[in-house]
């Protein structure tokens, strides 16, 4: 078997933890990293899910060590022990992960591959802009990498092959969590996409305020024509205009059941001319663990063989296909 792959995680949240949770169950990957807002946590043997499952602090941990700016001192001090990093950090404002990215570009010496999960449209623009920088400093980024967009716009992509011509996307998702503070990021930025509310209203609010409007809404976040990038991920790929792609879906902040399925719709014509449609529903026992980090893994395996080939530079995840463990495995031994 190959060496497994050093994973850095960027946010210790509901996705960061979760990611360590994934890559326990991955043996082609190692968690070597983990960092939140005020320190970052270092083992070349290996972070299991138990070190990290309870931390409310990253610093929290007996090896914790305490940063004002974690990230820069995590990869300037062990960037030649880091493979591939999981960016799972919150996106308020939109210019955060892109300046983080730019940090780690410019200001450590870093190379190897990056995937984000994020989902507004306006991210993943700005995220684009960097291919230059990041073509020069020999670092591989895929963008929009979680579950949508990621999972279900690779989904649509893929199924939109059949038709002539597609005259639509639409996805609508379902999430259910214990607790908002689970993935307080992930909420926040739902808040946003809701009537009456903006990034910079959500940016200002408290803790207790989420809590006091998700109260007034049992819970319930209902989200409808949302900006989220599937939008110009399959217009890149050549699917279909954006303004083509509609996303939508209903979040529950206090029951991990789902409150509707995720389904992902590619409507489209046939070589006969007849409209039709191509639906996929994702089973309901699958988390945002699952939907999101597993296929943020599948990215990781295929933009790091292209990496091992030299290709570097921003890509969107429609431009890959995720790959599964066993070939990597095969392939190791080759
Ligand atoms: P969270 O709030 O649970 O965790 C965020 C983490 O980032 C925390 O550990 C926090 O300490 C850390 N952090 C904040 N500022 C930092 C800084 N300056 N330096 C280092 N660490 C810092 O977040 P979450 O709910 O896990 O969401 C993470 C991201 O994943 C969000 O951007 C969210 O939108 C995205 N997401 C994407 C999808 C998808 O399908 N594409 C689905 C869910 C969530």
Not at 187 to 203: M, N, T
Not at 218 to 227: A, D, F, K, R, T
Not at 286 to 291: G, L, P
Request: charged letters at 20%.
């Amino acid at each position: 078997m190959a060496k497994p792959l050093r994973i850095a995680i960027l946010g210790a949240g509901g996705l960061g933890k979760g990611m360590v949770q994934r890559v326990g169950l991955s043996p082609d990957f190692k968690t070597v990293a983990i960092v939140d807002r005020d320190a970052y946590l270092f083992d070349p043997a290996g972070l299991s899910y138990e070190a990290v499952q309870n931390l409310k602090h990253v610093k929290d941990h007996q090896d914790g060590i305490p940063s004002l700016q974690p990230i820069k001192d995590l990869f300037q001090t062990h960037a030649d022990e880091i493979d591939v990093v999981f960016v799972a950090l919150p996106n308020l404002p939109v210019t955060f992960i892109p300046d983080v990215i730019r940090m780690i570009a410019t200001e450590t010496p870093f190379r190897g591959v990056m995937v984000d999960a994020l989902k507004r449209t306006s991210a993943v623009e700005r995220v684009l802009e960097l291919d230059e920088l990041l073509q020069s400093r020999q670092i591989l980024y895929i963008t929009g990498a979680g579950a949508t967009p990621g999972f279900l716009s690779t989904v649509a992509a893929v199924a939109a092959q059949s038709f002539v011509e597609v005259t639509g996307v639409d996805i609508r998702f379902g999430v259910g969590i214990a607790h908002w503070s689970a993935y307080r990021a992930t909420v926040r930025e739902d808040f946003i996409h809701l009537p009456g509310f903006d990034a910079e209203r959500v940016a200002a609010m408290s803790d207790a305020e989420i809590e006091a409007e998700l109260e007034q809404r049992n819970g319930i976040i209902e989200l409808v024509n949302m900006e989220h990038a599937d939008d110009i991920i399959l217009e890149l790929a050549g699917i279909c205009r954006k303004e083509q792609v509609t996303v939508g879906g209903i979040v529950d902040t206090r029951n991990a059941k789902k409150p509707v399925s995720t389904q992902v719709t590619i409507f489209g014509r046939t070589a006969a001319g007849v409209e039709a449609k191509h639906v996929m529903t994702l089973d309901d026992a699958s988390t945002m663990v699952d939907n999101v980090c597993g296929p943020a893994l599948g990215f990781l395996r295929t933009g790091y063989r292209n990496y091992c080939k030299a290709h570097y530079g921003v890509l969107t995840s429609a431009d890959l296909i995720p790959r599964g463990p066993v070939e990597t495995r095969a392939m190791a031994s080759v």
